[in-house]
């Protein structure tokens, strides 16, 4: 109770991230796009701790502490390793006037890794008394997993209309994104087990795994807006599926999904002076909730309700 011991650990690694992109006018309304890529994707921060929290049992009889421990959760792990992928994009801009754009392209990221929890023996000393306990920490396996997407974008601006309805203009955009990554969950997924000669050992999964925190296979949003001399006015439509929705800083890895949602915004903004803007924003007017699963989506977790929100503000540039 009087002095802490400190324990460290260091890890490194080295990554070569080559890039190509290519961009040119196929005619002069349509420009194509292409670029592959290898990236890198680092762990959350709140990932690489290197703490233990331990699981105590209630024994009225215990003698030592190995008898009161009974298991214990890596508070991070800091030998982590990043994810690499390679990318390949390609997409095709058509702009067939000065007020349309008609965009598609599709995308593949291939990369290497996925989290999976590890069981494995550690030895612990307390007052002198040693004692092992089964530690469980997440690590990056050698799977391979891909993303495929597709995405398109439609926007337009009416000027063709009679003044004043020259200002009114509207954006679609929908994107479509899938992939095989999978996320076990820390109790009910599949488990890995260190054997004494270091092999790992996984038993079968009681639940099915989650895919990419915060991916939604389906995304649109939907804009209408009108711009007449110094006013700016814009309504928007958002979408999207469900997603996994992990536990920032959450050891124990337990799968946690948010339902889909529509929302709708809006957003007024006035130019008084070339200096001075006036702005007055409302998000998610209808109230639409937060419903969260857990551990499997149908599951419920919560229902949150914030309703909407209004934001009134003032710009000035001097």
Request: zero cysteines; a negative charge.
């Amino acid at each position: 109770n009087t002095s802490l011991e400190p324990i460290s650990a260091k890890a490194s690694y080295t990554a070569y991230l080559p890039s190509f992109n290519l961009v040119g006018d196929i005619t002069p309304e349509v420009q194509a796009r292409f670029a592959v890529f290898r990236a890198l994707s680092r762990p959350d921060p709140s990932a690489l701790g290197y703490g233990r929290t331990f699981r105590t049992l209630t024994d009225t009889d215990a003698t030592s502490i190995s008898e009161i421990v009974g298991s214990a959760t890596a508070d991070g792990n800091p030998f982590l390793d990043p994810l690499l992928s390679w990318n390949f994009d390609a997409a095709l801009e058509y702009y067939p006037n000065d007020d349309t754009i008609v965009a598609a392209g599709v995308y593949l990221k291939k990369f290497n890794g996925g989290f999976q929890p590890v069981g494995q023996f550690e030895t612990f000393e307390v007052n002198g008394e040693q004692f092992q306990t089964l530690v469980t920490a997440t690590e990056t396996t050698d799977d391979t997993s891909t993303i495929v997407g597709f995405e398109a974008t439609l926007a337009h601006r009416l000027s063709w209309l009679p003044k004043p309805l020259d200002g009114l203009g509207f954006k679609l955009s929908y994107n479509f994104a899938d992939s095989n990554f999978e996320v076990q969950d820390g109790s009910l997924g599949s488990f890995g087990t260190v054997q004494p000669d270091g092999t790992v050992t996984f038993n079968g999964a009681l639940i099915p795994p989650a895919n990419l925190f915060g991916l939604s296979k389906h995304v649109l949003s939907a804009q209408v807006y009108y711009q007449i001399g110094g006013l700016d006015i814009q309504g928007v439509y958002k979408y999207r599926s469900a997603y996994y929705q992990q536990f920032v800083g959450d050891s124990s890895s337990r799968l946690r999904y948010t339902d889909a949602a529509d929302v709708f915004e809006a957003r007024i903004s006035y130019k008084v002076t070339d200096n001075i803007r006036l702005s007055l924003e409302g998000i998610n007017l209808f109230g639409e909730p937060r419903t969260d699963f857990r551990p499997t989506i149908g599951d419920l977790s919560q229902n949150l309700v914030y309703g909407p929100r209004y934001f009134f503000g003032v710009r000035g540039k001097f």
